[in-house]
């Protein structure tokens, strides 16, 4: 292991579905039959889980066994409660299984809803893993329409600190806002609501506009498969 303890960096998003900017923790992984001296880290990665907005399940497709590691992974979120936490499933390594067969997982998994084949080594697939964690976090979001006071400037701040925002009209009224926000902070805010742009749009179109272990949080974007190549080359 590169460490035993979960390591957290922040990353920038490329699309505009979300809050760009979202924390994403590297943890130490699920392991059979596990060291006694490494229970603790093990312990900090399920509490990681457990806070964590979105669960990146990355598999070695690479291993014979890789189906049954995954679903004994599958088995131990259940057993925590983590269950219900959206998963992104990245199946990795596709690049040491010969063209033919990564091509038909590739189709395989295209089927199967928030799923990847990728390899991290030559970068393949990257683009498509961002899209699908883009995907995962934009359906904690729902749509609000307010008009905010302009003495409740926080609440405007923490929209954009939050949430995607979509339109901002400064008015004689208050400060028009068209957004995606969790839902706890759309209850807060809903005193604030007004109905406009929403009675026009349909929600699954503002759900996909034009184009991320995560939890919401500028700086710039990240090439993911320069990232991957010059990780193996280094």
């Known amino acids: 292991f590169a460490t035993l303890d979960p390591?957290?960096?922040?990353?920038?998003?490329?699309?505009?579905?979300?809050?760009?900017?979202?924390?994403?923790?590297d943890t130490v992984g699920f392991i059979q039959k596990l060291p006694t001296q490494l229970v603790a880290a093990f312990r900090a990665t399920l509490e990681e889980v457990r806070e964590a907005d979105v669960l990146v399940h990355v598999v070695d497709s690479s291993n014979?066994?890789?189906?049954?590691?995954?679903?004994?992974?599958?088995?131990v979120l259940q057993e925590i409660g983590c269950g219900d936490?959206?998963?992104?499933?990245?199946?990795?390594k596709i690049d040491l299984l010969g063209h033919e067969s990564s091509e038909q997982l590739k189709v395989e998994v295209a089927?199967?809803?928030l799923s990847v084949a990728v390899s991290s080594l030559t970068g393949d697939g990257m683009q498509d893993f961002v899209h699908f964690v883009e995907e995962a976090l934009v359906k904690m979001l729902v749509p609000i329409e307010l008009?905010?006071?302009?003495?409740?400037?926080?609440?405007?701040?923490?929209i954009h600190e939050v949430g995607n925002v979509e339109l901002v009209d400064y008015?004689?009224?208050g400060t028009y806002v068209l957004a995606r926000v969790p839902t706890a902070i759309a209850n807060r805010l809903s005193k604030y609501s007004v109905t406009e742009l929403l009675d026009e749009y349909d929600n699954n179109a503002i759900s996909n506009s034009?184009?991320?272990a995560v939890s919401s949080t500028g700086e710039e974007?990240?090439?993911?498969?320069?990232?991957?190549?010059?990780?193996?080359?280094?």
Do not use: C, F, S
């Open 7 to 25: 390591t957290t960096r922040k990353v920038k998003l490329p699309g505009y579905k979300t809050h760009p900017e979202v924390l994403l923790t």
């Open 64 to 75: 014979p066994m890789w189906a049954k590691q995954e679903a004994a992974v599958i088995k």
């Open 85 to 92: 936490k959206p998963i992104v499933r990245v199946l990795n």
């Open 111 to 113: 089927k199967t809803g």
């Open 147 to 158: 008009e905010i006071p302009y003495d409740k400037g926080d609440e405007l701040n923490m």
């Open 171 to 173: 008015r004689a009224t």
């Open 210 to 212: 034009d184009t991320a």
């Open 221 to 234: 974007d990240i090439n993911w498969e320069r990232i991957a190549r010059g990780r193996h080359e280094a």
